[in-house]
């Protein structure tokens, strides 16, 4: 029996150990990451004064409890007391926790206040969680993009597709459309979203906050130091959770408003697009870069789908039949089925780029162009 | 409402069992019931324990090898819904049926046939449940806590699951009432309330909290359902409601929930060590006190499951403080446990390892709860791994390890045979090793950025959830174990005496092992001195 | 321990439970309680009398960003301009625009929010939009003021604020188109 106790204490021992160290291998990915924000670093610090206060509370107690547990033993001949309550030593226990508690509570309250005070901003970004990806707009700048999750990731997190992720870089952390910010600026994020929660988590800035339909939650950040930050949504919000990565660049001023100048040249050119004929190989070459971030995840880079769960588009009915269907089933959806909606996140080009690239790709021939003025007049 | 009637007493006055079938369908006896809790539990410990088997393994390694997302979403939030409402709950209820008559010198249960219909709703709906992997859209695949709008996305089983919520509110609000009504009207002259073993009294509070919280859950599932089927607009932004506001309503119960499953532990706990430290509890009084404070301070803190969704800085700070202040009144426990051990004189036999293994690991999650209650803190925390690391702490260490401590303790009486002491041991160590390999790595994954509730993750992770599935798959193979000790318990066991254990006090160890069918059919006479260990 | 105590107890025990069921609805409207109080999702509606004259706070200038949305609805809805600055106070004007660009009539519902929370209290509207549900002929296009206070008891940290719109379908052919709203908050 006391060989037991023995290994039980040193087992409890050694994981305390483990528990003291812990900060020391945090660069192995054992703790929190220290982050690039006031916030981050607050919180990081908060995380470790606390940690450090449960640690001593908890050698102190068990402490107690091994050394009672070795001494007063049966088998070491120990008599039991009788005594069964001492009102001065209750007392003296519960007081105690109360003040550590208000020890930890007064850093704690000091970091709060820190991050509800948003106040002015330089940028303000707002963020929409959508199934399954989230979309920018930067609201000064009036410009707003799609970030999905990146294409070798998607093919290789398909059940059973063959792909070692440890092969892909930043597997599941890596999208097509990073989100660009300027280091040293105060920038508001916005979050909300279209269908269900979400909740739009960066680690090095130190928070996550949720992205609820119909609501905004704001929080901010300004970030110390250039590099790209990666996180994930953390709230559950269906079949793709895992897999709508959130990447984020914070670059210097200059790069920074080339990049947003850039975004905004983009979005004027898209607007007007809208309003001219398009050619079949524009159309094509949009409708790919559309497909690969709205349609892939379900239909597959081969346009197969997944035999049980998703529609092939190979010589489907609706990719080879008339083009008013397909119109119909990209832009309302099919009802019942996991097949959503697309027409009020895809613009005019967008939906008719992507139906000419479904109705002509993958052995596909119908041959048609579907031009933006079709798509505006079934709005 | 006349449940115990005087023909009733008097055809229960010939001790004869009822045979076969018909002795478990239409049993009255809070033995049998409580039997068939327990057993009904374990069953579903490993149907719910299979479910937890296919995450750990999908989580093995990064990329997906054996299932769709749909299907693991649908795995972790049926194995929660399993482990919290089929095992957790029916296995404190299956305790409460055998030992507080016993304890409290009852002959039955106040209400043997409610008690009967409150069992058997549990099979049924989890059939109905269950049922829901074969319909359209698959099983509830949205969490176990059923945030809208994403659980309106669920398919055919939607209305299945809401019901199977309806009943299992109805079954455990049944047994709540029954004990309160058991013990505050039929304890054996010259027992006090503060003579009660503590296990009573935890029951008294976990029955007050059922019927203060299952409504609630009721009310909000029935919410969810009108709003999906009937046109209402309670969580739909577009009709003025407001989905946040379901999370607020369904922590307002889910928070006492969480104290439905752990206060019964507490109370198990809370008559072993005085056992084995052949000692009597230390500060009893503050012990019923500690309970009675952690279930009010309950309906207070539940805003800190959902810090994210953003709130006014009060409302932030308020909860904050009073999920800190919790610590208080679990700290006295937890000082109240050691100081009955100190200067004691301990044995370890399997049950007294299970509480002790409780105290340290429970204590654990404690830790982590209190970080976890720190706002600022839980704005990193919140949904990852970290929480899930917590939460198990509580749940599997906590009040499933309370459980196995029950079992082991309570066995021989129940059974009338002593169980393999070298196997329950083995058993003991097995599980106490393999499930700190399965839930401790989870802490460094989860503060290394690890969402929960993914079937899929970065290959930074790959190693701890290596370790983390090879210590769930040992825990889970442990388990059968314990069906063996009990089967060879029942089978071959040695004959145990009327007090098994050399420390044992109380009314229960004054009875034959196993009891008669009927017990106490004359209330025993209470020395309110020696009442409670 | 008489069947009539047992009895009692378990009607006492039946009220609660019918008690508690009830409290869980009656969260709802305290929920709406509270949303007020704190300002979540929604502004208070006044009306112009309510107004003090020469009430306006000169110190100091509040940042208002306008943040518009649509769910679900075939309409641009942009606000005139993204951003203005304020004196507390002062009545103060916003249009947004909103054009139908499907072929059919759509009625729409604005639900507002205002970020960040605590500060919703102290914005008050005397002419929204979003009081009532908008109607929408094929290709129409509205301009739509909403007109503002805000409160100069607002706390100097809030040197910032956003209003925030979200325009849902909630005609008969909406997908999943409640049939019966509650009432929204203004």
Known sequence: MSARNLKLFAGAVISLLLLAIQPAWAEYGLNLPEGVTPISRNIYELHMTIFYICCVIAAVVFGVMFWSIFHHRKSRGAKAAQFHHNTTVEIIWTAIPMVILILMAIPATKSLILIESTGDSDITIKITGHQWRWQYEYIEEDFSFFSSLAPDSNEARQLRSGVDPATIDNYLLEVDNPVVVPVGYKIRFMTTAADVIHSWWVPALGWKRDSIPGFINESWAIIEEEGTYRGQCAELCGRDHAFMPIVLKAVSEDEYYDWAGNMMVAAMDAEAGADREWGMDELLERGEQVYSTFCVACHQVNGMGIPGAFKPLVGSPVTTGPVEAHIDTVMNGVPGTAMAPFGMQLNDVDVAAVITYERNSWGNEMGDAVQPSTIAAKR | MSYGTTHERHHDDHDHKPTGLGRWLFSTNHKDIGTMYLVFALIMFFVGGAMAMVIRAELFQPGLQYVDPQFFNAMTTMHALVMIFGVIMPAGVGLANWMVPMMIGAPDMALPRMNNMSFWILPFAFIMLLSTFFMEGGAPAGGWTMYPPLITQLGDGFPFLIFTVHFLGVSSIMGAINIIATVFNMRAPGMGFMQLPLFVWTWIVTAFLLIASMPVLAGAVTMLLTDKYFGTSFFVAAGGGDPVMFQHIFWFFGHPEVYILILPAFGIVSQIIPTFSRKPLFGYESMVYATAAIAFLSFFVWAHHMFTVGMPLAGELFFMYATMSIAVPTGVKVFNWIATMWRGSMTFETPMLFALAFVILFSIGGFSGLMLGITPADFQYHDTYFVVAHFHYVLVTGAIFALMAGAYFWLPKWTGHMYDEKLGQLHFWLSTISVNVLFFPQHFVGLAGMPRRIPDYAVQFTEWNMISSIGGFAFGLSQLLFVWVVIKCIREGKAASEQVWEGARGLEWTLPSPPPFHTFTVPPKVDAATAHS | ?186
């Open chain 3, 1 to 186: 321990m008489t069947d009539k105590n047992v009895n009692r107890t378990v009607y006492k025990l039946l009220l609660v439970t019918a008690g508690m069921f009830a409290f869980g609805y009656a969260l709802v409207p305290l929920y709406r309680v509270y949303c007020d109080l704190t300002g979540r999702g929604s502004t208070t509606a006044v009306s112009e009398s309510a107004i003090r004259a020469g009430d306006v706070d000169d110190e100091r200038l509040v940042t208002v960003v306008f943040d518009t949305n649509t769910r679900d609805i075939p309409w641009t809805f942009k606000a005139e301009q993204h951003k203005t600055r304020i004196r507390p106070g002062k009545l103060s004007e916003a249009v947004f625009l909103v054009e139908n660009r499907s072929g059919r009539t759509v009625t729409g519902r604005a639900i507002p929010s205002v970020s960040p929370v605590q500060a919703g209290i102290y914005v008050s509207k005397m002419d929204c939009f979003c009081f009532s549900e908008q109607v929408l002929a094929p290709g129409e296009t509205r301009e739509m003021p909403v007109r503002f206070i805000v409160d100069t008891d607002l706390p100097e940290r809030f040197s910032s604020l956003t209003l925030s719109y979200t325009f849902f379908d909630v005609g008969d052919n909406a997908a999943g188109a409640p049939k019966q709203t509650q009432k929204a908050n203004s």
